[in-house]
């Protein structure tokens, strides 16, 4: 493909069709003059559409023309009840598996936060524990001091009477 024809590749189906403005038929004209790979496309559509024309041309009777123009003018002109398409999509959405699905999903999560907040606190009780048996020999031996430094003061009171 030549450089020059990439603009008017995309028009060239139109062009065919007679379906472009006035100023672009003009340039599609000018172009198809100087090159024969484009006007080949567009003698090739200009076959194919007249083969297709014949062959999907619709023969209705006026009858079927008026009862679809009626169809799509009451369809165009049919008000839309609001509240009646909310609750037709909530019906949707809200089906009773869902429903049971989200109930028992809540139920799960509830669950396992409540346990999880309770195994929390044990931890932290535990902990608390903990740190106080790894210094009970430490709350021995302040309690001994606290009796030393008792009877230090009751021989000092002594002495001074």
């Known amino acids: 493909m030549k450089k020059e024809c990439e603009f008017f590749r995309d028009k060239l189906l139109d062009y065919s069709m007679d379906e472009l403005d006035a100023d672009i038929v003009e340039k599609v004209k000018a172009h198809l003059e100087i090159c024969p790979d484009c006007w ?3 003698d090739d559509y200009k076959k194919i ?28 002109t049919q008000k839309i009840d609001l509240k009646k398409e909310i ?18 999903v809540t139920i799960l999560l509830v669950t396992c936060i409540t346990f999880g907040g309770i195994q929390y606190k044990k931890n932290q009780e535990l902990n608390k524990e903990k740190i106080i048996i790894e210094n009970i020999g430490l709350l ?3 309690e001994i001091l606290e009796r030393l430094d008792f009877y230090k003061k009751l021989g000092e009171k002594r002495t001074n009477l």
């Open 87 to 104: 609750i037709r999509i909530l019906k949707i959405l809200f089906t009773v598996k869902r429903v049971l699905t989200a109930a028992v």
């Open 40 to 42: 080949k496309i567009v």
């Open 140 to 142: 021995e031996n302040l």
């Open 49 to 76: 559409n007249s083969i297709t024309v014949n062959v999907l041309k619709v023969d209705f009777s006026d009858d079927i023309w008026e009862m679809e123009r009626k169809e799509i003018i009451r369809r165009v």
